[in-house]
């Protein structure tokens, strides 16, 4: 999976500055919950590599400012800095923040969550994207602690959150329904989905086209191992 680590690097989405973790660690990261990947796709019949995709580049993207902006929002909850952010520059209180190996924003996994749970997709009760007590107990912190904290249940949301967009990406800024990810997802379907992940403004559009051959690179390994 060299590939896809240089296959970042060749477009200018290497290790900077702000970078916290190598190409490398991310790639790592996002193989060590493969087994997660595999049985979620196989359970909503989904390509895996339309989840390793995103996970691998929004984790690529995690830097200082995202760890400040965590810290910030641990600090909103609990009322204290947690204990790895205190040595970070500038944390202030702050109700959400994309977080984990996926970059998701506790308000977008319960969105993600919600509309599976009402789809008949996934159990459990809905959870309150408004939520916002200044309380470890409010929704919205629930949800994007674990989001922090749980790599498999960070990219399980992944998954989600694709079915979510395909279905209009209610509650956010709501798109035209698509066909749900499937085996057989065209590549403009494929496009359209890691598009929406992203948001309905650039760099959305043009960070999609460029993920589309990370795309190709973990489909193509994931295509030798199904045919051994």
């Known amino acids: 999976m060299k590939e896809a680590t240089e296959y970042m690097a060749s477009i200018g989405r290497g290790e900077t500055s702000n970078s916290i973790y190598t190409r490398r660690q991310c790639l790592e990261t996002v193989m060590t919950v493969d087994d997660v990947i595999t049985s979620t796709a196989r359970r909503y019949r989904m390509r895996k590599a339309l989840i390793q995709t995103t996970a691998f580049w929004e984790f690529c993207h995690y830097g200082t400012e995202d760890a400040v902006a965590d810290g910030g929002v641990g600090f909103y909850y609990t009322g204290v800095i947690p ?55 409010a929704d919205r912190y629930r949800m994007w602690i674990r989001l922090l904290n749980d790599d498999a249940f960070n990219v399980r949301t992944i998954a989600h959150a694709h079915i979510w967009a395909a279905d209009g990406k209610a509650g956010d800024d709501e798109e035209t329904p698509i066909r749900r990810p499937a085996l057989d997802y065209t590549d403009t379907e494929i496009y359209e989905v890691l598009r929406r992940y992203q948001g309905s403004v650039e760099p959305a559009f043009s960070d999609a086209t460029l993920r589309m051959p ?9 295509r030798i191992i199904r045919d051994s």
């Not at 308000?107 to 009402?118: P, Q």
Request: charged share 15%; aromatic share 8%; hydrophobic share 35%.
């Open 83 to 137: 204990d790895w952010a205190q040595h970070l520059p500038g944390v202030t209180m702050a109700q959400d923040s994309s977080t984990g190996v996926g970059q998701i924003q506790g308000r977008v996994g319960i969105l993600a969550w919600n509309n599976s749970i009402r789809a008949g997709l996934a159990e459990g009760t809905p959870s309150d994207p408004a939520d916002v007590r200044p309380s470890p107990d």
């Open 214 to 222: 990370l795309y190709a690179i973990f489909e193509k390994y994931n």
